[in-house]
């Protein structure tokens, strides 16, 4: 018996294998029993809970991959352009002396200067008290005149004696007498000169004398009844023709004799003018291995604020562009070694164009050629 694909067999009732369907009963009888079995016990078991429930699925989260830039920028302005460096120096008074007491726990008799006082070469600036020495010191210088007169009376009547000789012997006898009393004269002037010089050097040890022409820069504050001590400044004269700065810089060739300057110390400026070595009569200073050589200004005016070794600057000015346009060096870069800037365009989009640049300073730059005034560019 054919059974077109199908594998029967007959035992009274015909059970039929269908390939697609699985077992069948009669044609389709026993399928319908199959299904129905399956359906009741799926139902049972999701009722006992053995069948998990299927879970609803999460959404993933939304990311917007596309990023924003932003920019800073800067707009094209006109003014100056200065390139400058700054060249630090050193306060040198050329010459400059201070004085204090030679004598110790004496009492102070006055002080004669103030600061800022012009004083010459001599000149007396204070003492102690030298009544005794003074009035010592006249006394030796009256003994000495009246010797002096003596000496020279004598010598007169010398001559007179001599003149009255009648012969050689009675001339040597009266140059012999003549010389004896000559002789005790000179002995008396020799000590007195002595006493005189001691009395000098102990007046001087009691008195402060300048031993330049110069300006008084410094005067001690003392109270009434002060007591000298041999360690303590009392007087200090400077030469303030010649204070100078003093500075070893590589722009050496760029600063002039007689070129004007300012110097600043700390907030206060002062004018000067620079000065050679030859004008100071100092030494011409060779060029270091980093070509760097002395340089000297000396001030316009007076000061009696600076010390010796007081720091300060001068400001050199190598290039300057007035009333250009500029722009901050940050805003200015380079394409293919060109400067050029950024800006965007009307549409938004970040382009480049070259420009020409001239003076570069620490912070700004001035642009030649290629931008307006007032016009955008983006910085960085």
Avoid at 224 to 240: K, R, W
Avoid at 261 to 274: F, W
Wanted: hydrophobic letters at 35%.
């Amino acid at each position: 018996m054919k059974n077109n694909g199908r594998l029967g067999l007959t035992t009274g009732r015909q059970i039929v294998y269908d390939r697609g369907n699985g077992l069948c009963e009669g044609g389709g009888g026993l399928k319908r029993r199959w299904i129905g079995f399956f359906c009741a016990a799926a139902l049972l078991l999701s009722g006992c809970g053995l069948i998990p429930k299927e879970e609803p699925l999460q959404q993933a989260p939304v990311i917007n991959t596309q990023v924003e830039e932003t920019f800073e920028f800067a707009y094209v302005e006109r003014g100056d352009v200065v390139k400058s460096a700054r060249i630090n120096c050193t306060y040198m008074p050329a010459r400059s002396e201070s004085y204090r007491f030679g004598a110790g726990g004496e009492t102070l008799d006055e002080i004669y200067v103030q600061v800022g006082d012009s004083v010459k070469e001599g000149q007396l600036l204070a003492q102690l008290n030298v009544t005794a020495y003074e009035a010592a010191l006249s006394d030796v210088e009256r003994a000495k005149t009246r010797l002096q007169l003596q000496v020279a009376h004598l010598e007169e009547w010398r001559q007179v004696a001599l003149s009255r000789a009648e012969d050689d012997e009675e001339r040597d006898d009266i140059n012999e007498d003549y010389d004896l009393r000559r002789q005790g004269l000179d002995d008396q002037l020799y000590l007195l000169s002595l006493r005189q010089e001691e009395y000098e050097y102990q007046l001087s040890r009691r008195q402060i004398r300048a031993g330049l022409d110069g300006t008084v820069t410094y005067v001690r504050s003392v109270n009434e009844g002060y007591v000298s001590s041999t360690y303590e400044t009392i007087v200090t004269v400077a030469d303030s023709a010649t204070s100078t700065f003093q500075a070893s810089t590589e722009y050496w060739d760029l600063l002039r004799p007689g070129d004007a300057c300012t110097v600043t110390v700390g907030k206060v400026e002062y004018s000067a003018t620079v000065a050679s070595a030859a004008d100071l009569g100092l030494p011409e200073s060779e060029a270091t291995s980093k070509g760097r050589k002395n340089v000297y200004w000396v001030l316009d005016e007076v000061t009696f604020e600076l010390e010796d070794g007081d720091r300060g600057s001068v400001t050199l000015i190598l290039e300057e562009a007035d009333d250009v346009l500029k722009l901050p060096k940050g805003a200015v870069g380079k394409v293919n070694g060109q400067s050029a800037v950024y800006y965007l365009d009307e549409n938004g989009i970040k382009r480049y164009k070259l420009v020409v640049t001239g003076v570069t300073n620490g912070p700004e730059v001035e642009i030649v050629e290629g931008v307006t005034e007032g016009e955008a560019v983006i910085v960085n």
